[in-house]
């Protein structure tokens, strides 16, 4: 079965230093991974995606996030963190063989201090 | 450009009651898929729809049903309401069935059972 893992709940970093949000996967085949960002009372903004080639993909605000195939993970990076970055994050994937149903982790709220 | 739009934002509806929910995609877009996101949850795939089919569905029971129109809109129904079913409801299109495209998801609908 399809599923995901964000290990942490919550995630605290001072503002101007790095931030990685932890997730692992598991799907069978080639999985095509996201990271959506969630404000309150908000629907889920994409940020950016995994599908083949560069094992680091870059997207909006400033987010990168490294694919590791060896150990399932797709942890999402920030050089410099923002207060602004604070908020819900949630990591998703779907099977390759998959239409359209994205299998989404429980979600890591990142608070950003100044 | 109009991103995704839902409506209503909150509805309040009785147990046993039905409730329509209401979904237009992103312009250009022409695949719909609805999510259940329950307090503290991350989304739950209930099902999607292209070319006005369901084409996959979630673990969701019948009481869930949903339509596609011809210009894309999608609109998801809930019959006997249960007070399990208060969540928030995000409706997300993409373009094509092709798993390599993200999907964009609306502002959601909050439905609170009693």
């Known amino acids: 079965a399809q599923s995901v893992a964000q290990p942490e709940d919550q995630v605290n970093v001072a503002e101007g230093n790095p931030l990685t949000v932890k997730c692992t996967y598991s799907?069978?085949?080639?999985?095509?991974l996201f990271w959506y960002v969630q404000y309150p009372n908000r629907g889920l903004q994409f940020l950016l995606k995994?599908?083949?080639?560069?094992?680091l993909v870059k997207g909006s605000y400033g987010f990168e996030a490294e694919f590791n195939k060896s150990q399932t993970s797709f942890h999402l990076k920030k050089p410099s963190a923002l207060v602004s970055d604070s908020a819900l994050y949630f990591c998703a994937v779907k099977g390759s063989s998959n239409t359209g149903k994205l299998i989404f982790g429980q979600g890591t709220t990142l608070q950003v201090k100044p | 450009d109009a991103g995704v739009t839902q409506s209503p934002t909150h509805l309040i509806k009785t147990r046993g009651q039905q409730v329509t929910l209401r979904c237009s995609p992103k312009?250009?877009?022409?695949?719909v898929s609805w999510y259940q996101q329950a307090l503290g949850q991350g989304p739950q795939f209930i099902f999607q729809y292209y070319e006005e089919e369901e084409r996959q569905r979630g673990n969701f029971p019948d009481r869930f049903s949903g339509h596609q129109f011809p210009n894309y809109s999608s609109e998801l129904n809930v019959n006997a309401l249960l007070l399990g079913d208060s969540a928030l409801y995000l409706c997300a299109s993409s373009f094509g069935l092709a798993g390599i495209y993200e999907q964009y998801f609306g502002p959601g609908t909050r439905l609170t059972v009693t």
């Open positions: 995994y599908i083949t080639g560069d094992n």
């Open positions: 799907v069978s085949g080639n999985p095509y």
């Open positions: 312009s250009g877009h022409d695949t």
